[in-house]
């Protein structure tokens, strides 16, 4: 399979702490995707890496590539209640394959 | 709304019966893709149409079968439905032609939610 995986499967952190989560995947990319899954929704894309980055940032996002170890994090700087989703990388290929997801629980 | 709508938004089979999924949208997006999410396994992918006319299988393509209607939208059919297929179905699309997703990400429906008995 060339599902990716991603850890922790599960973090819970207290409002105002950081969350960071690990992505992995098996083949030569395009570009690295992460997206959000609040649940029982659709998944809405949060950031794009192309394979010639190594950082990237959006507002409280922060995403990193390494593309030797075929590894990426996505790090949510001053966490909210609001953060509370499940989180998916997605590598591209020619087309998009996802990563089992990371579930995050902020409490207030 | 600019998006992507999924019909049904929840169904029950039962085991042999078929149904199409719907989806379409409004964006002018050349490619379009079919999930399905299980518990515990991401989304993976069945089929997906690169552009208008064309089809291909992804990771999990057995027991469906997809039309490209014309450029707005794309179905998934179960011909013959199982226990195994029920899931939670996602439609998503992008606007490249070439390479898809190269530089944008994907927009995805809300979902239909499967249920085979």
């Known amino acids: 399979s060339q599902q990716g995986e991603e850890d922790p499967q599960a973090l819970s952190i207290q409002e105002g702490e950081n969350a960071t989560m690990n992505c992995s995947y098996k083949t030569s990319i395009n570009n690295l995707q992460w997206y959000r899954q609040n649940s029982g929704r659709g998944l809405v894309h949060l950031i794009l890496i192309r394979s010639n980055e190594r950082e990237k940032h959006s507002g409280r996002l922060r995403v990193t590539l390494d593309t030797s ?16 989703a499940s989180y998916f990388c997605a590598h591209n ?6 990563g089992t997801g990371t579930r995050l629980q902020v409490f207030p | 709304n600019a998006g992507v709508t999924q019909t049904p938004k929840f169904q029950v089979l039962k085991t042999g019966q078929s149904m199409t999924l719907q989806c379409a949208q409004d964006m002018n997006h050349n ?18 149409s690169a552009s208008e006319g064309t089809t291909d299988k992804g990771e999990v393509p057995n027991g469906y079968n997809v039309s490209r209607l014309n450029k707005r939208e794309f179905s998934l059919r179960l011909e013959s439905a199982a226990p195994s297929q029920t899931s939670v ?4 699309s992008i606007r490249t032609r070439t390479s898809p997703a190269k530089n944008y990400g994907y927009t995805f429906g809300s979902g239909t939610r499967l249920t085979v008995v």
């Open chain 1, 69 to 84: 170890k075929k590894s990426s994090s996505l790090l949510i700087t001053a966490s909210r209640a609001a953060d509370t």
């Open chain 2, 89 to 92: 179905y996602f439609c998503a």
């Open chain 1, 93 to 98: 290929t020619d087309k998009l394959i996802f």
């Open chain 2, 31 to 48: 490619s379009m893709y079919w999930y399905r999410q299980d518990p515990g396994m991401g989304l993976r992918l069945i089929y997906y």
